[in-house]
Nanobody, 122 residues
Framework: VQLVESGGGSVQTGGSLRLSCAVFGYTRSRVLMGWFRQTPAKEREGIAH????????YYATSVKGRFTISQDRPKTTVYLQMNSLKPEDSGIYYC?????????????????WGQGTQVTVS
């Protein structure tokens, strides 16, 4: 299973970015997909997840109302639309697949991880 993220970059405060995560080599149609971010000062933080079986979503308080997670099921791709970005949103963003749970923002519940993409807000 391979996860490939893209869409990171640098943006000014208040700007927007859209991250993508393409999943290869996983054939089940129902899976939990999450986005996490990590900074030097904090552990890997779960910020949003979506269960592809029904589309249910959940967001961390820090991003709720600003970030939107969505899926493109035929392509097994998950997106994270990030609006109203703040400097504290800066970090490395990872997408992940969890095959044994239907909802969680705990990193330990995810089996497969992408390589990460850098987001910098200044």
């Amino acid at each position: 299973v391979q996860l490939v993220e893209s869409g990171g970059g640098s943006v000014q405060t208040g700007g927007s970015l859209r991250l993508s995560c393409a999943v290869f080599g996983y054939t089940r149609s129902r899976v939990l997909m999450g986005w996490f971010r990590q900074t030097p000062a904090k552990e890997r933080e779960g910020i949003a997840h979506i269960y592809t079986g029904g589309g249910s979503q959940y967001y961390a308080t820090s991003v709720k109302g600003r970030f939107t997670i969505s899926q493109d099921r035929p392509k097994t791709t998950v997106y994270l639309q990030m609006n109203s970005l703040k400097p504290e949103d800066s970090g490395i963003y990872y997408c992940a697949v969890g095959t044994y749970v239907v909802g969680s923002l705990e990193a330990d519940d995810y089996n497969y991880w992408g390589q990460g993409t850098q987001v910098t807000v200044s």
